[in-house]
């Protein structure tokens, strides 16, 4: 997907044609305050661009109270600009609303707690006793350890790894 930024100030119906011939372009505008929008933009807002069109503030300069004010001067119907300012944004750019990350999260904690019990269970099943442990600690190693050192000799990391492996 295409995002054509700012409005075009000087081009705007060219751009409102691609858009119409282009399905694969979205138009976010901003540095204008609605009420600056032409009359074809308007139209295109309200009408079939309206899932393809999202609006930033470009605060401080606008400053937002202003603008949602703007936004509701011109008499979009309630969806529009609940589209524009926030749900186009959203699905252009991945961002899941908050019901949707709530819902991820609980999955994602339950999935956890759920690995969880599982890896307890298989230790609590599996695992040798503690006293196992301290017997195989006392005669580690019982062979060679070979150290394998993936940068080239004489470098750093080569002079650090001959200094650990002779302790």
């Known amino acids: 997907m295409i995002l054509a930024a700012r409005p ?32 074809a933009l308007k139209s295109a807002i309200e009408g079939r661009l309206q899932d393809r069109i999202m609006w930033g503030c470009d605060f401080p300069v606008l400053r937002y109270g202003k603008v949602i004010s703007g ?12 589209k524009v300012l926030s749900d186009n ?10 019901d949707q990350q709530d819902e991820n999260m609980k999955r994602e904690g339950n999935m956890k707690l759920i690995t969880l019990v599982v890896v307890a269970a298989a230790i609590a099943l599996l695992g040798p006793a ?5 017997e195989s600690a006392a ?10 050192i993936p940068f080239p000799a004489g470098g750093t990391t080569d002079v650090i790894g001959r200094l650990v492996a002779n302790m």
């Open 8 to 39: 075009a100030w000087r081009w705007q119906d060219e751009m409102l044609a691609i858009l119409r011939h282009k399905p694969n372009v979205a138009y976010e505008l901003h540095g204008w305050g609605p009420r600056q929008f032409s009359p």
């Open 71 to 82: 936004w509701e001067s011109e008499g979009y119907s309630e969806a529009v600009p609940r």
């Open 89 to 98: 944004a959203k699905r252009y750019f991945g961002v899941a609303t908050l």
């Open 130 to 134: 503690p006293d196992a442990y301290a």
């Open 139 to 148: 005669t580690y190693p019982s062979g060679n350890v070979e150290l394998v």
